[in-house]
């Protein structure tokens, strides 16, 4: 179904992971692929990409219909770059991302980084070193597993209203049900077919979790609130359209529209 919507991309015809050229680059995160998502963040996602590219060789930026350019600095940073052609949602370029990561043989670790700068490089590495010493398939990070401070008062309490909708829904228990930072091995990467496009995959993504029957954790993160991810960040009444789609598609197998 996406195919449709993707505007034209050139992947190598047998996906190799040889780096990315980038001077000094420690190759031994090879079978990782690193995915970000991107809507309308070219002020920041160049610095976010050149961090990520000076631990993980393989970095694929989907380009979420962006209007500002995105795109090209991704492309500029050393990242691989799939776009759609009109902004689908995050659901939509996760499961883009996925895809095109999954089409390397080679790859065995996913990891779902955000755009906006809000995630530590360091977070995303200690939690691959964790997946290759546990017998884990999914691994998701969690702010409220040490005391962290900076949280936005508000946030904190959309965060806890949504962990224990989560609970109710899905039924996995997460200290941090909507974080960003998630680790997947091949094998459950390649069980994800996510139908809700926009934020309420997130939700959709942790039924299937529940569903595989695969095991899960969570390790503590740091979340950077900056300004500017502040700004970009989901706002509160949205959740109100996020819980409206779940409820759709749980009784009548669809989305709203």
């Not at 996406?2 to 090879?30: I, M, S, Y």
């Not at 790859?107 to 779902?112: D, G, L, T």
């Not at 200690?126 to 409220?144: N, P, Q, T």
């Not at 200290?175 to 077919?193: C, I, K, M, Y």
Request: glycine share 10%; aromatic share 8%; proline share 4%.
């Amino acid at each position: 179904m996406l195919a449709c919507v993707l505007a034209a991309w050139e992947p190598d015809p047998e996906p190799k992971v040889e780096g990315t050229g980038v001077p000094g680059q420690d190759l031994r995160n090879r079978d990782v692929w690193v995915i970000v998502r991107c809507f309308n963040e070219a002020p920041v996602v160049g610095a976010v990409l050149g961090e990520l590219l000076e631990e993980f060789p393989n970095v694929v930026g989907v380009d979420d219909g962006s209007t500002d350019g995105s795109a090209e600095v991704m492309r500029a940073a050393g990242a691989r770059v799939v776009r759609h052609a009109v902004n689908l949602g995050a659901g939509a370029a996760l499961q883009t991302g996925l895809r095109f990561a999954l089409l390397d043989p080679a790859a065995h670790y996913f990891v779902c980084f955000d755009a906006d700068g809000q995630h530590r490089v360091a977070d995303a590495v200690a939690m691959v070193e964790r997946m290759r010493r546990e017998d884990l398939d999914i691994l998701i990070g969690s702010r409220f597993l040490e005391p962290s401070g900076g949280i936005p008062a508000g946030r904190r309490a959309l965060l806890r209203a949504a962990r224990l909708f989560e609970r109710l829904s899905s039924g996995v228990s997460l200290s941090d049900a909507h974080n960003g930072l998630r680790v997947f091995t091949r094998r459950f990467a390649g069980q994800v077919e996510l139908t809700m496009h926009d934020m309420a995959y997130a939700s959709e993504l942790l039924r299937l979790v529940a569903a595989s029957g695969l095991r899960y954790a969570e390790h503590p993160v740091t979340v950077l609130y900056t300004e500017y991810s502040l700004k970009k960040g989901q706002r509160s009444v949205n959740s109100i359209n996020i819980a409206v789609d779940l409820w759709m598609q749980r009784i009548f197998g669809r989305r709203r529209g």
